[in-house]
């Protein structure tokens, strides 16, 4: 498939079949029974050839009901369990069924199961089972390792992208430990009910006496109130009772006992917990207080789970031994490469990401082709910096709206996103990320009279006077903003749906994280996020899994798209995701290429060439391209570019204490070239012999007014040997 075509769509034929084994006397009586998006005997074949096996194939049946709705072999599994036939496990394959000699009524079920009404089709969602994937089992024993190893510190990460399975996972390892208290504090508390989604379905019967409590908000007249639980422990004495608590970290901060100003949750401070779980780690948990109150817990071992997708997340904080990494390409690998004797492929419906970036300067080239002049005082260069291309008054109008509205025009035409008949269909739902909320009010305005966009719905999921450019983060974790604004979202995409309409939600850093909105397929980035991980938090909106029928044909999302408009920090940043966030700033440049092209091989990279066109980089290019774009950058301002100190932080990747520093320093925003102003010229000083010479007391007497004191002079002895990182750190920035 050409990849720089824009398709998140195929049409999925699924297809239901069973294929008994005749020559494996193990296997007698049992039916394998899956699905496939390809031809049964195919795909059947791939399975058991390897093992030189003759497949005998029962049935195959297009997978959809008599009421038109489309299912899964899972479905068909639960069917089966529901009619008293019991599953099997052979080695890692878990899609077999003892049929007891009566092979035919495997057929007859599935044709009964297609053929009933949904409601007769009577499925316990409340007791369902489970079986960990090889990743989430892995995750489990690396923890049970480090876990009874006894070693310090007691505490673990998994790092592991959104759709790994974190929760349920979790559950399993505090089954696995054997916890009786467990206290769960998430920054992000609109996660609340998958938690306990999870433990009634998973959990619950399974572990009768394990109860979930919690009075947040969002799982009222769901889970147990505290003082539920203690009348509960006290109906079933001298039995003990387990607990699953889940607790927001606003919650937690508001206490007095953990440094609040609030009377509340003196109970939480009072137990030893067995198991501490930090979800979503990454967010507003590195903060003094935040500590302080985790100080204040006691705890046996703390457990920390980011969705953050990158790998090494605390480089210092936690050891090698001490992280679980599950990454995108591990994903896309494993989805690559799933051994169907196993079973369905658990990753098949998580859609490949793709990058396309354009260049902003040459969608608007008229404007920028005049060039940087000293004298224009409105010719602010702003085409390579997206936050101020997008820069809004109080009023709502754009600084440069006649530039706005001519990238709106160019979206629509060309092999840009939304050109007619070409990509417009393809892209129905769509999340737009801008720097500031003023600049997505703007962008509403201008959409709603554009003569193509005037015809979505424009969805503004953007709160007051909060800017992305800093604080991204804090807009992404404002819940009950989110709350509404993912209600917002979901209305208008079903309204939409349902008059043969398409959406456009707009955001400053609201959706960004922890949401999950099927219909969306790509994410246009139009703000200047310096953060790898903000910005990959962000693209992977577009990436959930998302299936629907359009005149009874069942589609499926594959491809998810991120769009974006400056090449030489987004090239930057993929180059920062396929070879970690931090800790491996000191690659060669030859493995930060391999890195770089394996990635390739699951993310690809579109871009414009010299002559428009869009095509696929390899690695080299990802690598070169920034460096080649800023440079020329640099030497049409005259080198007065803030472009040309960008990489300034890599002299110190060895070591994040300086990087830490570095990123404190307020940059100096690109200005115009201010006007020429006259050098004064001395003449020179010379000896008898005409050669310069410098007299020495203008030397000493001048060199403190021009370099100002030296900064040996207020540092403290620094032993080579015996100095650490960070003591030399703190000592360069006490000057």
Known sequence: MDKTIIKPYEELHRQVYGYILPDVPSHEGYVK???????VKVRVFEQVSTAGLTPKILFERTAVRSDGKWFKDTDLHRFFELNGIEKAKFGTATEWFFFNGYLEKA?????????????????????????LREEQNRAVEMTLDYYYSGQEPKEFLWNAKPRFGKTLTAYDFVRRIKAANVLIVTNRPA?????????KKFISWQEPEMKFVSETEALREKAMSRAEFLDYADSIYPVIPSQIAFLSLQDLKGARVFGGNYDKLEWVARLNWDLLIIDEAHEGVDTERTDAAFDNIERQFTLH?????????????????????????????????????AGSNPYENLPQLSLFTYQMSKMIEDRVSQGLTLDNEANVDYAFDLNEFFSANDRGKFKYETSVRRFLDNLCSGHFPFSEGKHRDELRHTFWLLPRVNSAKALELLLREHSVFKDYTIVLAAGDGVSADHDLEQEATDFKKNEKSYNKVKEAIQTAEANDGRTITLSVGQLTTGVTIPEWSAVLMLNNIKSPSLYFQAAFRAQNPYEFVADGKLYRKENAYIFDFAPERTLTLYDEFANNLSGDGDKTSGKREEGIKELLNFFPVIAEDDQGNMRELDATEVLIIPTKIQSREVVRRGFMSNLLFANISGIFSGHTVFKEILDKIKPEKNKRLLPLREVEVTEPMLD????????????????????????????????????????????????
């Open 688 to 735: 008898e012999d005409g050669t310069v010479y410098v007299p020495r007391e203008i030397v000493i007497n001048k060199t403190d007014d021009i370099f100002g004191p030296g900064i040996y002079s207020v540092v403290t002895r620094i032993d080579d040997k015996g100095a650490t990182p960070r003591e030399v750190a703190e000592a360069i920035e006490e000057t």
């Open 33 to 39: 029974v899956g699905d496939t998006k390809r031809e």
């Open 107 to 131: 057929e007859e079920l599935t044709d009964r199961y297609i053929n009933l009404d949904y409601d007769e089709v009577q499925l316990d969602e409340d007791k369902t089972d489970y079986v």
């Open 305 to 341: 789970l980011s969705g953050t997708p990158f790998k090494a997340l605390a480089s210092n904080k936690f050891s090698e031994k001490q992280i679980f990494n599950w990454s995108y390409l591990d994903e896309q690998e494993a989805k690559s490469d799933w051994n169907y004797i």
């Open 191 to 199: 996660i609340a009910n998958s938690w306990f989604d999870d433990f």
